[in-house]
């Protein structure tokens, strides 16, 4: 911006300049502790005051953390980390707002101006930093075409060498990288379905019409290793339809007893539980991101970001009456990945592996 | 005692300067200039929530037990009693029920967490406005967006180390997402897991992460984010005496030692008075994680709303009948989680990042610019900027659909089914009108230069007609008004030359002139000294 010096236009006979002339900086007026030792006084002893309160608030923290007994009852112990609280913020503001004050009322207000340099290096310091890097090209041998061996091999190590660190690291830290572990559950062919956590078996006739359990398979509850893994997977919700409002996939006739099916809880869209069943609806939601899957009909998609529906858990009643499992599922539960299609199978091969997959 | 003071703070300045020549460094930096401006200490509330972040996170160090063993519970929370839950979970119910002041930490941390966050953007938000991303700061938008794009990291990090169902089902949604990365993301999934969601692995690795790695790495950037500032001397508003070869401001010792200082004071009290009073994160409520149960109404921290919005919003099914989520030689292409959670946000950051070069290659502006732009005289780049806000808020908005929903007696679907559509509306709208308001403005501007303020006063002429008295402006009111570059759009060599033959590069030469366009085409120019002359000739 060259308003300084102002360049008039030639053909105007009146010097109207092209452009306004900036003004300076604005008139300065003094504040009233500027001139009025009273109003100085008066400041001063806010500012004192304000340190003051500060000073209060560290021994308000202090002492509600001596003075003050903390028992097991939640308000008890909420009382004493607010007093703690109140009495930080005291000490806090206390100083902020005394030295703020201070500067404010006291301290300059009267703007100063500094010139700014531009950020590029005089052409003196410029053509030295070229001269000297030229130097060190010269005295290494870079860039001349005299060592180029001893670049091209040096670079080449340079860009390996974090392999040797990387490498040994990364492939630590998959445990055994057996990602086909996806692809199955602990569910075994005969595997009683129990209550979710108590573990306890549940009978046909317990699941009455319009009913949903939250399941895990028999024997979670006490495996040694990968309770939590196998739980992630395992668990399944249990419900009860009136037969005639539920349409069965092609192939799964058996895979139902009288109105009672078993889908995966797990959501074939990024993995949250889906947990909240609509009776009337027959609509099972996701309230991550609100997957809507319908049971009456092979929990199939109705709205929301899955694509798949919630894979099934073929189930029959053994004889005791109890429900149990026909196999596991016949394709991976949960969210999609790239070799997906590679684990699913016909459901055969999880009845001969046996226990936990590790 | 004045004087023997003042000989003992010599001597040990004597002492120090022999040593390491601090002289210059106190020299250049006691008497910086910084220009005065309330949207200047966005970025203060930012560092000193991160500084209060630092000594509350040291505290929490001293009682969190980063492991995943399982426990069972033995403290004095009754309705806790018996469960088994990680050691991580245990001792974040130990350090709120039976440390004093523990929990009053834990609130400060988070807090100061969603404020860190919060500062950050909105920060952000004011140099994109201002135009104080432009040549020389360039790089220094760049460290900012990356501190920005850790702060995320070091939130979602921490915010998962208590190891309770709401932070456990997040890290399942991010499994979920990891997997659904083409060929490695199986694999990526078990580097991070160690092995099979959620492995007993992932806390210990998410407290270095989040004490150390992402800490450290804020820090160095912090350093050089300020460093970067006083090598760059601060931005100022447009004002008189305020040039782009100068800087109008009040030293940093004492007045920004007093009030800086003292605002990292002011930010920390506030912090403390809301954690003492308002409850965050309560974990005891949610309970330890367990993959089984999971609560409606569930939220992550605001800073991830707009990735869980954007993944509620893309369908499986678009209009239920093609699928997001495609088989085809035996393999799995999740669309449907690919395009909201990694592409899309991908491309919103991407966009951002790169912003002062793109609109620098578009304007084609290279000067050097420390005067800041009122956002009305850069209508192009605030209606941009609105856009963005509008497209995160959707997505955030999205994000708390099922709230909004149950507040509002709304239908989740179809909220649903509008965001849908209005991401793709809104914040072509938003351009638009914003881009409108802000040469309203211009205009307004101009019309306040040339006819000065409205007084209120009428009066009669002799002649019987009635007229308002306007008062001119003062020459700073003016100033600041009038003081701003009038770029006209880029003119490019025709595209025949005068033998009719066909020039090379005039492609690409018609689509910078006419991002130029977008730019310039559409603007107001300031007022002139003569058409304010002429104007005030009209008015007598």
Redesign the interface.
């Known amino acids: 911006m060259s308003t300084t010096e102002n360049p008039t236009s030639h053909e105007s006979e009146h010097t109207t300049p092209e452009s306004f002339e900036d003004p300076g900086l604005p008139y300065h007026r003094p504040r009233r502790a500027d001139v009025d030792p009273k109003a100085e006084k008066k400041a001063e002893r806010q500012v004192a005051a304000l340190f003051g309160v500060s000073i209060v608030g560290t021994i308000v923290a202090v002492g509600a953390y001596m003075a003050l007994d903390m028992t097991d009852e939640i308000d008890s112990i909420r009382f004493v980390n607010m007093m703690i609280g109140l009495g930080i913020f005291l000490a806090m503001i206390g100083i902020g707002f005394g030295a703020i004050h201070w500067a404010k009322t006291l301290m300059r207000d009267h703007e100063m101006v500094e010139e700014r340099h531009e950020l590029r290096s005089s052409e003196e310091a410029r053509a030295g930093a070229i001269q000297n890097l030229k130097d060190g090209a010269e005295d290494s041998g870079i860039g001349v075409k005299r060592r180029p061996v001893l670049v091209g091999t040096g670079l080449s190590a340079l860009l390996l060498a974090p392999l040797a660190v990387l490498w040994p690291q990364i492939g630590n830290m998959g445990a055994d990288w057996n990602t086909s572990n996806f692809g199955h559950t602990m569910w075994r062919k005969g595997m009683r379905l129990t209550r979710d956590p108590d573990g306890t078996p549940i009978k046909a006739s317990d699941v009455t019409i319009g009913s949903a359990f939250h399941v895990i398979p028999e024997g979670l509850n006490e495996l040694e290793h990968h309770k939590i893994e196998e739980k992630a997977k395992a668990v399944v919700l249990l419900l009860r339809l009136d037969p005639r409002d539920l349409k069965i996939p092609e192939g799964r006739e058996d895979w139902s007893f009288d109105g009672i099916v078993a889908y995966s809880k797990i959501c074939t869209h990024v993995g949250c539980p889906v947990a909240l069943y609509e009776q009337q609806t027959h609509h099972l939601l996701c309230p991550c991101h609100q997957s809507t899957f319908d049971v009456s009909d092979g929990a199939k998609v109705v709205f929301g970001p899955a694509k798949r529906p919630l894979p099934q858990l073929p189930i029959a009643i053994d004889d005791e009456g109890y429900i149990v499992a026909q196999s596991d599922f016949h394709e991976p539960i949960g969210p999609s990945y790239w070799t997906r299609l590679k684990d699913t199978s016909d459901g055969m091969h999880a009845d001969d592996s046996e226990g936990s997959s590790h | 005692m004045g004087a023997r003071v003042n000989t003992a703070a010599a001597g040990t300045a004597n002492w120090v300067d022999e040593r390491t020549s601090i002289g210059g460094f106190v020299k250049f930096f006691a008497r ?2 910084f220009p ?1 401006h309330w949207s200047f200490m966005l970025g203060e509330i930012a560092l000193y929530s991160f500084v209060v972040l630092l000594l509350s996170g040291v505290f929490l160090t001293a009682f969190f037990v980063p492991s995943m063993t399982i426990v069972e519970y033995d403290g ?3 309705t806790m009693k018996g469960v088994e839950m990680s050691e991580a979970f245990a001792s974040t119910l130990h350090m ?3 440390v ?5 930490m834990r ?2 941390h988070h807090w100061s967490a969603l404020l860190f966050t919060a500062a950050i953007v909105t920060h952000m938000a004011r140099v994109f406005f201002t135009g104080a991303f432009r040549k ?1 700061r360039e790089l220094n938008w760049l460290v900012g967006f990356t501190l920005m794009i850790l702060s995320l990291a070091a939130g979602f990090s921490g915010y998962s180390l208590p190891d309770d169902v709401l932070s456990g ?1 997040g890290l ?2 991010i ?3 990891t ?5 490695v ?3 990526i ?3 991070i897991f ?6 007993e692995i992932l806390i210990p690795r998410l407290f270095t992460m989040h004490v150390l790695l992402v800490p450290g790495l804020i820090l160095v950037l912090v350093a050089l984010h300020l460093f970067l500032v006083f ?3 601060h931005t100022q508003y447009p ?3 305020r ?9 940093l010792f ?3 030692t ?2 800086a ?10 912090i ?2 809301v ?3 308002f409850t965050i994160n309560p974990v005891w409520n949610y309970g330890p ?10 939220q992550p921290d605001w800073y991830i709303l707009f990735v ?1 919005g954007a ?7 678009l209009f239920d009948v093609i ?3 495609w ?1 085809f030689w ?5 669309l ?2 690919l395009t ?2 990694l592409i899309l946000p991908g491309l919103f950051f991407g966009f951002l990042a790169l912003y002062p070069w793109i609109e620098a290659w578009a304007t084609g502006d290279r000067g ?1 610019k ?1 005067v800041l732009d009122r956002p009305r005289n850069a209508p192009v780049r605030t209606g941009i900027g609105v856009a963005l806000i509008s497209f995160y808020v959707i997505l955030v908005m999205e994000g708390s ?2 709230i909004i929903a149950n507040l509002f007696h709304l239908s ?2 179809d909220l ?1 089914y509008f965001f849908r559509i209005g991401i793709f509306v809104i914040p072509v709208l938003a351009f638009w009108i914003t881009r409108r308001l802000a040469i309203g403005l211009q205009r307004k501007d101009r019309e306040l230069v040339l006819h000065g303020k409205e007084t209120g006063r009428i009066v009669r002429h002799e002649h019987g007609e009635y007229q308002e008295v306007h008062e001119p402006l003062t ?2 009111e ?2 600041v008004l ?2 701003y570059d009038d770029i006209a759009p880029l003119e490019i060599e025709p595209e025949y030359n005068d033998r009719g033959v066909r020039r090379k590069g005039y492609r690409w030469d018609r689509f910078k002139q006419r991002l130029s366009r977008l730019y310039f085409e559409k603007r107001i120019s ?5 058409e304010l ?1 002429e104007a005030q000739h009209a008015h007598h």
């Open positions: 910086k200039l005065d004095p929370l009754a709120s029920f039976e004093p002041g523990g929990l009053l609130q400060i020389p089902n399942r949604i499994e979920g997402v997997r659904s990365v083409p060929i993301g199986e694999y999934s078990y580097w160690g092995g099979e969601f959620p492995g090598l760059h001397k004002g008189g005496g040039k782009d070869t100068n800087v109008v401001g009040l030293p004492p007045v920004y007093a009030k200082g003292g605002f990292f004071f002011v930010v920390f009290g506030v403390a008075l954690a003492a009073i994680y367990d993959p089984s149960p999971v609560s409606a109404g569930t869980d993944l509620r919003l893309m369908p499986g099914w699928p997001m989520e088989e035996g393999y799995t292409l999740s449907n989680i909201p959670a050097e420390h659909n099922d989740l679907n649903t020459d700073q003016r100033w009038v003081s300031p007022v002139t000294p003569e002359a």
